[in-house]
């Protein structure tokens, strides 16, 4: 639907860009629907798993397209995709997804750039667009930026080489441009009206004490080798959450998926490794053009992850987009990504052997060890400041931590010195990297609740509290505040068909809500039949609420109001709102104000849907028809075949001047922007089709 009317009283739902609807790979999930209109859950799961095999499988494209040997690849494609931080965002699919095409994404650009190939360029920009259209803005900001850096690196690079300059910069600026131009154009069916809906949130931009929450410390770093060391939190409740680490804003408990980035101790050695050589230019038998820009983007990511405890943030808070997210630990997927290919050029260089080598990785190696075991020691608790009281509980984990690291730096000492059976110890090195983060990461997504009974309802509960909007329209409100508490979860009202007050979304309308003198007249006037009250024995329960309005009434008297001081006249003032409405601006008929004609008024509701409901209203004088439904700029109204003008009345909700008489009147969601956007990205798609054969062909004669 164009509409959602189960979450807040109502909002937009296409234009919503978390909801991802357009993502190819979201629509396929229709075939799997239910006769009662439900995805199977172990289809949703499926779908989120099946993104850590894509990101396996694009990882080891890229590691081997960039000359990577196939074990390299295939460490590093193990670190990536199993890394903290794209398992702990699980509970953010769209990063997941994301972050799982990103490798072809930007292998397709390389060709582009690299190989003066059109086509691969049309390739990326096709594929980015399919992925922004999953929805994550901040991860789209991120990969872009990646995407620009790695540009002005081919083009710093392209400085060197002689022939015609200008000819090759122009060719590189086309071919480095165009995928954005076309991820622009697939976007545009989502992007427009989703900027729309952000004109109208209260997503603007944010403080800097906001975006910078979520702020990698510099502690942290240790977690590079010994992540378990500040806790940990696990959804099984039969398990201690452990994590203790402090922050600016108190111990959150979310801090601890935000801020995980876990690689495995391999790829950190490895990469390590990669780097050390390369400075020390032990790197002449095997190709590293790679590695300057990798560790770019490594030392990059890291101090953008550190948020406010580094300058780099500061510099991006100031330009546009980036003020506007949270949590920038998220940034340490540059360090994940470009270290896990570190590894990968490691690995290759350990392969090559040389008396030269082994003493360099054997002080690196040692290194590691030292600061693994020094963690298990405990001799990091107290300045780290780390419970008393759940001390061994982090040893136990870190001991286990302690092995996998020993057989792993083992073999990465073995294969340096030594090159009997090296494909056998390389594959298994790529297993022990798997179970080291398995090991790790596993335990945070081992919830012992069945997803299909988390927005299981009891029958009678939610036969009651299903609204029948022709008979008997009704919203429910299932949350206090204080103290707090929350009878269903957070957009049950999707899952089961209720409309509620409440719900959960990144961005929520600047006015979702008629805001009056009480709790109890608000919800009054949002026709709210079902409501959390605090009993006689001070627990919460549902109460039913007599004197809440209907779907739609008639007013003859309006009081007109400054947009700026409403919600707090209307906060602080007590009206009549049955007979009274008030607006921002003065209306265009005249009515027979405070009279008794209202009782004379027949409003009918002939039809309902989330996208379109229909009235019948005969009124005997000249009025305004109120209805309790959230105003939003793309809904329309008709009379007789001609568009009305919706009002915004009583601060967030709909209304219609009427003339005297009957009257049908149609309301529909009529979104300009998703038509505009569809049309620019279809054209957009039909053209970069026809470029790649057109492309082919010319090169085939």
Known sequence: ???????????????????????????????????????????????????????QITFFLLARYWKISLVGALIGAASYAFSSLLVFHAIHPMMVYHLGWFPLILMFYSMGLQESNTRKSIISGLLFGFVMLSGHPQSTLYISLFLGIYFLWILFSSLKDKGNLRAKLIASLARGVLPFIIAGGIFAVQMLPTSEMAEHSQREQISYEKASEGSLQWKQSLAFISPEIFGKVVP?????????????????????????????????????????????????????????????????????????????FDIFFNLPLFGAFRNPARMMFFVIFSMSLLSGFGFDRVLKGGKELFKPVLVIVL?????????????????????????????????????????????????????KNIPYLGYMMTVLVFADLFVTNSSFLSSPTNPEDKYRLNPQMQSAFKSNPL??????????????????????????????????????LKRPSVYLESRETSHDIMAMKYEIIIGMDGQPRFAENPDRFPHAWVVRDYRVENSEGLRELMENETIDYRSTVILEQKPKLSYKRNTSEKNKDEPKLLSYDANEYVYEVRVSSDCIFVNSEIFYHDWKAYGNGEELEILRVNYALRGIELEAGTHRIEYKYESKALANGGIISIVTLLGSILSIFLIAKKRKK
């Open 236 to 312: 099984n409740p039969n398990e201690q959450n452990t994590w203790y680490l402090e922050f600016e804003e108190g111990r959150r408990m979310h801090y601890f998926w935000e801020t995980g980035f876990y690689f495995g101790i391999a790829s950190f050695t490895l990469g390590l490794i990669a780097i050390v050589l390369f400075f020390t230019n032990k790197d002449k038998n095997i190709n590293f053009n790679y590695i300057p820009f990798l560790i770019g983007t490594t030392v990059f990511g890291f101090l953008f992850a550190l948020g406010k405890n580094s300058f780099i």
């Open 367 to 419: 290194l590691v060890l030292l600061l693994l075991i020094l963690s298990v020691s405990g001799i990091f608790n107290e300045s780290l400041g780390m419970p008393p009281q759940i001390e061994n509980l982090i040893s136990a984990d870190l001991y286990l931590k302690l092995f996998i690291g020993f057989l792993i730096l083992g073999l990465i000492v073995f294969v340096a010195k030594s090159r």
């Open 1 to 55: 639907p164009h509409w959602n009317p189960y979450s807040f009283h109502g909002m937009p739902f296409l234009a919503d860009l978390q909801v991802g609807f357009f993502y190819p790979l979201n629509r396929v999930l229709n075939l799997f629907v239910g006769n009662d209109g439900h995805l199977p859950v172990n289809i949703l799961q499926m779908q989120i798993i099946s993104h850590f095999l894509i990101a």
């Open 471 to 508: 008979n008997d329209f009704f919203r429910v409100n299932s949350r206090i505040y204080d103290p707090p508490f929350m009878a269903m979860n957070r957009n049950q009202g999707l899952v089961s068909g209720i409309m509620m007050a409440e719900g959960y979304n990144p961005l929520i």
